[in-house]
């Protein structure tokens, strides 16, 4: 059943976790990636020496089997591979139920030579390194028609992908892929039958191609790229949105590839009976295809699962995201926005904004969408493109998070040697407390990116693309700058587990309140010079009351409540409401969530 309008109802309020697959947990090393496997992927190199990296070994210091080539770090973190796999996610979910997620959002899972993996070469198959049996599965693969799906197999990663779902449903997780339908890899089995055959090729109209091999007129074959990255050839599209088919596949193009691979994964028997598959998407450069083409799929996922839940990659200003999500469409998309605003005002820095402020961009996100698409928002506060929130707050002086192109660019240490990449400070770690605290109380389904609420930190990609920190391992202290001199003093790198404990409470705290969830919003103090905000969250009867202080000073919040006795759920400190009013002490950087008792 969906709530009232169009989302699904199991989406209000979820807390959801993002996983970053080859770099969360190694669970079976057996099937490792070679180096023939990166075949495709940047930076090309596959004659220099090269093995499956150590997981827990210092981020910027080349090992010495890269020091070989020569190259810098930067080259060389391009070609490092961790084995994170499907079984590492597997032996996880304990650990996730743990923390308390509800919900799992898996970039790329699809097969592909790259880390990230949105260079797919095929949608219907699971990466055969992700699995037990990447020789076997390869040749399984070979032996399909790909744009046949009557011909698709199962291979042992596909099984795998299929395991992990059912016992993530077991544990009560709900668990989305990611689908990137604009662009394949060159790997992939469309532009190689292109690329070998040329006019020829029954995929000849499945790509933008802009020239084929043609001595005479001198030309070289060559496809259009995804912003013109030369490893992601797109898919055409007409005014549609991704093509039909032509007459060498039967009628089959891109358009009806994606539609049959989404289906794979949502009713992977294939009985009209969705619960065996994943519970939604996550779509990759939304913004890139055209509406009908998203209308039209919605139609055909929504007919497999009419509770499946849909949310897109957009990052735009509010008025830029609404058409996405008018109900025909989408149900949410990544939050950026929720990020942008949280940060100015409780981080602070470049693009700070005043109590006032934030109060009126909430109100503009709140305003912008109908109504129960706020309760559905993946509300992140940084993601796989962006910098760790963790080192967001260490260079919050440097430029708006809001300016996305400009903050995007300048974030990344490989072009702006200036970003400080050190281990956070405990008063920048309280400002990532506070932040979590807004996080799970507001109006939205909270996200978290894998191994923040373990303490991890780094610049945008590829730093925000570390390896895992567990609490199990050892790991090498950070002693080397991006630049490879050595940092003055050694970042130890750990599991942080009262950050942990943090994120944890405040997930309960979450998952006991319909409040909290679900609940209506009220914004009850918004004062500028002293830095202080108060909201209320209300369902039915029960009224939970936030209050957070983005001063570095100690602060007294005087609030408008019903009379009675509430109690801080942070601190178990109470509080008497006389006569309609309540007063409470908030430290610096601090929060405090009331609930009456």
């Given at each position: ?121 095929t949608y219907h198959h699971i990466d055969p390194h992700f699995g037990p049996d990447p020789e076997g599965d390869r040749r399984l693969i070979d032996s399909e028609i790909p744009h046949e799906p009557a011909t698709w197999l199962w291979t042992a990663a596909d099984r795998l992908a299929l395991r992990l779902i059912d016992e993530a449903h077991r544990r009560g997780l709900r668990l989305i892929f990611d689908g990137v339908w604009n662009h394949v890899s060159r790997r992939s089995w469309i532009f190689r039958d292109v690329a070998a ?401």
């Amino acid at each position: 059943m969906t709530a009232a309008g169009f989302v699904p109802d199991w989406a209000r309020g979820i807390v959801w976790y993002q996983i970053f697959p080859e770099r969360f947990r190694n669970g079976d090393p057996a099937n490792d990636p070679t180096l023939a496997s990166l075949e495709g992927a940047w930076p090309h190199d596959f004659t220099s020496p090269w093995q499956v990296h150590p997981w827990t070994s210092d981020w910027y210091r080349r090992q010495p089997y890269e020091q070989q080539n020569g190259r810098d770090v930067f080259f060389n973190i391009q070609r490092r591979r961790y084995g994170g796999d499907l079984q590492g996610i597997l032996d996880s979910l304990d650990y996730l139920t743990d923390l308390g997620v509800e919900a799992l959002y898996l970039n790329p899972v699809f097969d592909s030579p790259s880390a990230h993996k949105y260079d797919g070469t095929t949608y219907h198959h699971i990466d055969p390194h992700f699995g037990p049996d990447p020789e076997g599965d390869r040749r399984l693969i070979d032996s399909e028609i790909p744009h046949e799906p009557a011909t698709w197999l199962w291979t042992a990663a596909d099984r795998l992908a299929l395991r992990l779902i059912d016992e993530a449903h077991r544990r009560g997780l709900r668990l989305i892929f990611d689908g990137v339908w604009n662009h394949v890899s060159r790997r992939s089995w469309i532009f190689r039958d292109v690329a070998a055959r040329q006019r020829q090729s029954p995929y000849r109209d499945w790509l933008n191609v802009a020239a084929w091999d043609d001595p005479e007129a001198g030309t070289t074959f060559d496809c259009r790229g995804w912003l013109g990255t030369w490893e992601l050839p797109e898919l055409r599209q007409d005014d549609n949105g991704l093509v039909g088919g032509g007459a060498d596949t039967g009628g089959f193009g891109p358009r009806d590839y994606i539609f049959a691979a989404t289906r794979r994964w949502m009713d992977p028997d294939g009985d009209g009976d969705p619960r065996d598959g994943i519970d939604g998407w996550r779509l990759d450069v939304a913004y890139c295809i055209r509406h009908p083409f998203w209308q039209a799929w919605r139609r055909h996922v929504r007919a497999i699962n009419p509770e499946a839940y849909l949310v897109a990659e957009v990052v735009r200003p509010p008025e830029g995201e609404a058409p996405y999500l008018r109900g025909d469409e989408f149900d949410a998309t990544m939050n950026y926005n929720f990020a942008f605003t949280a940060v100015e005002f409780l981080v602070g820095g470049a693009g700070a904004t005043t109590a006032t402020q934030f109060d009126r961009r909430l109100r503009q996100l709140r305003e912008a969408y109908p109504a129960e698409v706020s309760h559905v928002m993946q509300n992140l506060l940084d993601s796989h493109d962006s910098p760790r929130i963790a080192s967001i707050i260490v260079n919050r002086d440097r430029w708006p998070y809001r300016d996305w192109e400009e903050f995007h660019r300048r974030s990344k240490v490989e072009q702006t040697a200036a970003y400080d990449t050190r281990r956070p400070t405990p008063a920048e770690r309280r400002r990532q407390k506070l932040l979590a605290i807004f996080q799970f109380t507001y109006v939205g389904a909270p996200m978290i990116y894998y191994g923040d609420e373990a303490g991890m930190w780094g610049a945008n990609d590829p730093d925000c693309r570390k390896p895992m920190v567990w609490p199990e391992m050892r790991y090498e202290p950070e002693t080397t700058l991006p630049d490879g001199r050595p940092r003055p003093h050694p970042d130890e790198v750990a599991f942080d587990h009262d950050l942990f404990r943090h994120y944890r409470t405040l997930i309960a705290l979450r998952q006991a309140s319909p409040a909290l969830r679900h609940g209506d919003y009220r914004t009850l103090l918004a004062e500028d010079v002293r830095r202080l905000f108060a909201f209320a969250r209300q369902a039915e009867s029960e009224v939970v009351v936030v209050v957070l202080n983005a001063d570095d000073l100690m602060q007294v919040a005087d609030l408008e409540l019903p009379a009675g006795t509430w109690t801080d759920a942070l601190s178990g400190e109470r509080y008497t409401a006389e006569a309609g009013r309540l007063s409470l002490t908030v430290a610096p950087l601090w929060g405090a969530i009331l609930r009456r008792l």
